[in-house]
């Protein structure tokens, strides 16, 4: 009975803390108005990638525009997919390495090539932190939807001693997203060679940008498990 009453609670009061602290936030935000006209106009969706340990900024400004998620189907993907949904994204459970794989790739291609926008972690669920699995070289591939990488920071923040060195802003913070260029995925690229250079493209551009957007607020750079 406790273990039901912290999964009905729980994401309610870190969806609430989390709506209270974004107001705080003055969030600078750099192309993407771009982005999103050039999608709109060449009729195509988009994936936007951001390593997991930066979500917090990108997750409240995305409230209740209806994107799309990837959640793990484990216990503690069972909260944080109650919290996505009371931010309005749009949910499928699965993972890059865990059960429902195939079925949750395929629903996402499907949403992407009519238009959906994804907003993906590419070393999430587990790790290791800030190192792109494959799975986002295949939903760029099949879907031949444009991967776009986000860099993301905020300063004065926390980092956590988590896996993924999770950034929270503190109250009042800066914070920053910054877009980059598309990134394309040769429908050819299915070799296991290919899969690993696309990755550690998109993998490098995320983690340039991101770098870039710590030294626009300031933030200090932290210690992490993938290559820099």
């Given at each position: 009975?406790?273990?039901s009453?912290?999964?009905q609670?729980?994401?309610w009061i870190?969806?609430?803390?989390?709506?209270?602290?974004?107001k705080?936030?003055?969030v600078?935000?750099?192309?993407?108005?771009?982005?999103?006209?050039?999608?709109?106009?060449?009729?195509?969706?988009l994936?936007f990638?951001?390593?997991?340990?930066?979500?917090?900024?990108p997750?409240?400004?995305?409230?209740?525009?209806?994107?799309?998620?990837?959640?793990?189907t484990?216990r503690?993907?069972?909260?944080?997919?109650?919290?996505?949904s009371?931010?309005g994204?749009?949910t499928?459970?699965g993972?890059?390495?865990?059960?429902?794989?195939?079925?949750?790739?395929?629903?996402?291609?499907k949403?992407?090539?009519?238009?959906?926008?994804?907003?993906?972690?590419p070393?999430?669920?587990?790790?290791?932190?800030?190192?792109?699995?494959?799975?986002?070289?295949?939903?760029?591939?099949?879907?031949?939807?444009?991967?776009?990488?986000?860099?993301?920071s905020?300063a004065?923040c926390?980092?956590?001693?988590?896996?993924?060195?999770?950034?929270?802003?503190?109250?009042?913070?800066r914070?920053?997203?910054?877009?980059?260029?598309?990134?394309?995925?040769p429908?050819?690229?299915k070799?296991?060679?290919?899969?690993d250079?696309?990755?550690?493209?998109?993998?490098r551009?995320?983690?340039r940008?991101?770098?870039?957007?710590?030294?626009?607020?300031?933030?200090?750079?932290?210690?992490?498990t993938?290559?820099e």
């Amino acid at each position: 009975m406790r273990e039901s009453l912290r999964q009905q609670i729980a994401p309610w009061i870190a969806y609430y803390i989390g709506r209270i602290l974004a107001k705080t936030l003055r969030v600078k935000v750099i192309g993407e108005k771009e982005i999103l006209a050039s999608a709109k106009e060449n009729g195509h969706g988009l994936i936007f990638v951001t390593w997991h340990g930066r979500t917090f900024i990108p997750i409240t400004r995305f409230e209740k525009r209806k994107y799309w998620a990837l959640i793990s189907t484990s216990r503690d993907g069972d909260l944080q997919d109650k919290i996505f949904s009371y931010y309005g994204f749009n949910t499928v459970r699965g993972s890059s390495s865990a059960r429902g794989a195939v079925q949750a790739t395929l629903t996402l291609a499907k949403e992407l090539k009519a238009g959906g926008i994804l907003a993906f972690t590419p070393d999430g669920p587990r790790g290791p932190s800030q190192c792109a699995q494959p799975g986002v070289v295949y939903l760029g591939r099949k879907s031949g939807c444009p991967v776009i990488p986000v860099g993301v920071s905020a300063a004065p923040c926390k980092y956590w001693s988590s896996w993924d060195r999770y950034m929270l802003p503190k109250p009042f913070a800066r914070g920053i997203m910054l877009y980059g260029d598309p990134i394309y995925i040769p429908n050819d690229a299915k070799s296991q060679e290919d899969q690993d250079h696309w990755a550690g493209v998109i993998g490098r551009e995320i983690t340039r940008l991101e770098a870039k957007a710590d030294e626009m607020v300031g933030a200090p750079r932290p210690k992490t498990t993938g290559a820099e």
